[in-house]
């Protein structure tokens, strides 16, 4: 079947625009998360969705946003971008999201200029 | 708050010898184990999975884990290197209602001939 699918693989954004990254996730899986990679803070989770509700939150100032609908499909916004903000961005998807195995998407590299 | 400790930063093997990568874990309770490869500009791939029960798990690619809870460890082994298993690697810690992972810094692995 269909692995995780995230688009657009690569996003280039100017400072203070902002930016909507998607992701698909395997079927029948309703949980959906997100991390943000660099490589000085490495992997750090963003927020976790399931049944279009967020369960959990990470560390992120309030520009960054998310939500999942009805089809388990999420989306992950972030506003006024700043340079820091240069990451990939990896979505996982898992039946549940307790503890059961996560799989990840391929990424979105967002570069900010 | 848990922890994911990856001692080694990069790690060079000889194609054909033994691999053990290094994780412990600060938690207060069992946790749910992973590890995962990352190849440059790719996702993650789960290599291999620890929920309970038998405390050596086989994964793919050859890869095995083992859990030990008196150290607070899950090392991954492998008995004879490729050279395509050159990538970086993460161990990966999860709870019950916790709904996210948190991950180490990760270990890059470089294969030499």
């Known amino acids: 079947k269909a692995g995780v699918t995230q688009t657009p693989r690569y996003l280039i954004k100017t400072r203070g625009q902002q930016v909507t990254l998607s992701c698909s996730p395997i079927?029948?899986?309703?949980?959906v998360s997100w991390y943000q990679q660099t490589p000085g803070q490495g992997l750090q989770f963003l927020f976790e969705?399931?049944?279009?509700?967020?369960?959990n939150k990470g560390n992120f100032p309030g520009r960054f946003s998310g939500r999942q609908f009805s089809n388990s499909r999420s989306e992950m916004n972030v506003s006024t971008l700043e340079l820091g903000d240069s990451a990939l961005y990896l979505c996982?998807?898992?039946?549940?999201?307790?503890?059961?195995?996560?799989?990840f998407g391929q990424g979105t590299r967002l570069t900010v200029v | 708050a848990q922890s994911v400790t990856q001692p080694d930063i990069h790690i060079t093997v000889s194609e054909g010898a033994s691999l053990e990568l290094r994780c412990n874990y600060s938690?207060?309770?069992?946790?749910?184990l992973f590890w995962y490869v990352q190849s440059p500009g790719q996702g993650l791939q789960l290599l291999l999975k620890?929920?309970?029960?038998?405390?050596l798990v086989q994964g793919i690619k050859g890869f095995e884990a083992e859990f030990k809870r008196s150290q607070s460890s899950f090392n991954l082994r492998k008995p004879s290197v490729h050279w395509s298993d050159a990538a970086e690697y993460f161990c990966?810690?999860?709870?019950?209602?916790?709904?996210?992972?948190?991950f180490g810094a990760g270990t890059t692995v470089t294969v030499r001939a």
């Open positions: 938690y207060g309770a069992t946790p749910y």
């Open positions: 969705y399931f049944s279009e509700t967020q369960r």
């Open positions: 996982a998807s898992s039946l549940d999201g307790e503890g059961t195995e996560a799989f």
């Open positions: 620890y929920f309970s029960g038998d405390t």
């Open positions: 990966a810690v999860g709870h019950k209602g916790d709904y996210k992972l948190s």
């Open positions: 079927s029948g899986h309703r949980s």
